[in-house]
């Protein structure tokens, strides 16, 4: 079993769009993991039913018992992340800044401040239109712990594929270099590096690849909005021939991807032209997986 993962230093690249298309390719023969927990929109596009929903919890957030506080003001002294203001006269936890470190827990001379697991969010297993399943997850607002959420569902993904023995397991990661990719990129065959031919297009790109580079994946790149700045894609393509990754599709700057997506479709749905192009690349991607 293949695990192909779809990452972009940026967003904003159309590096969804293009996964949701590699999954209507793929059909019944792939699972689809949707790690973009911070901002997930998959769902947009393949139709999940959210037949399984699960809640995940992580991490511990600061509770105090009003009962049994004395206001002496000890734990607001010693938390470092100001996260216990005094509102209408009494100690309160914030839960948006409490990192549930459980210092405050600790020097309370009343034992009034206890630590619980928290609700970060949602886990679902869902059918997609497609023929297949989709695990996916929602993060709550404000909350944190993505990269534990991302590999929940990377987990369990691989799990249910083996179960079902799917060929692929293709899954759409967060854009950036932080914890979420890091957790996206974790077991993966091979990474495709969606980027466009912009200054930050091509600054991020080199940034993620460096990651991409510690984890001795093998890598293709996909530059969308190709034809938008002929300088900075040849910039991007001395990159990459550089660094020995596959260039897998120049895709032209093209206003039916957005058309497509304002109507619940893939491009590869919608625009036979771009579809070739996709496809192709797909092809490619299956060959090096």
Request: net charge negative; charged share 25%; aromatic share 6%.
């Amino acid at each position: 079993m293949k695990e192909i993962v779809v990452i972009s230093g940026k967003g904003g690249t159309g590096k969804t769009s293009i996964t949701a298309s590699f999954a209507v390719l793929g059909g019944a023969n792939l699972l689809v993991a949707d790690c973009d927990v911070d901002a997930a929109d998959m769902h947009l596009l393949l139709e999940p039913d959210f037949a399984g929903d699960e809640d995940f919890y992580s991490g511990e957030v600061a509770e105090i018992d009003q009962e049994t506080c004395i206001q002496c003001g000890k734990c607001a002294e010693v938390c470092r992340f100001d996260a216990i203001p005094v509102v209408d006269g009494k100690y309160t936890v914030d839960p948006l800044s409490c990192e549930g470190c459980g210092y405050c827990a600790r020097i309370c001379p009343v034992k009034a401040i206890t630590n619980s697991v928290q609700r970060v969010g949602n886990l679902y297993t869902s059918s997609i239109r497609t023929g297949t399943k989709m695990i996916h997850a929602k993060l709550g607002i404000g909350n944190e712990n993505s990269g534990k959420l991302v590999a929940k569902v990377k987990n369990d993904a691989k799990a249910l594929a083996e179960k079902e023995q799917k060929n692929y397991i293709l899954v759409d990661g967060s854009p950036g270099v932080g914890c979420p990719v890091v957790s996206s990129l974790s077991g993966a065959t091979f990474v495709v590096l969606v980027t466009e031919p912009t200054v930050s297009g091509v600054h991020d790109l080199i940034r993620v690849y460096e990651l991409v580079k510690k984890f001795k994946i093998n890598a293709g790149c996909i530059i969308n909005k190709a034809d938008i700045n002929p300088e900075r894609n040849r910039e991007i393509k001395d990159f990459i021939r550089k660094e020995s990754i596959t260039l897998l599709a120049e895709i032209p700057y093209n206003e039916n991807f957005t058309k497509a997506m304002t109507m619940g479709k893939t491009i590869v749905e919608f625009d036979s032209i771009l579809k070739k192009i996709i496809v192709d690349s797909w092809e490619k991607i299956k060959q090096k997986a």
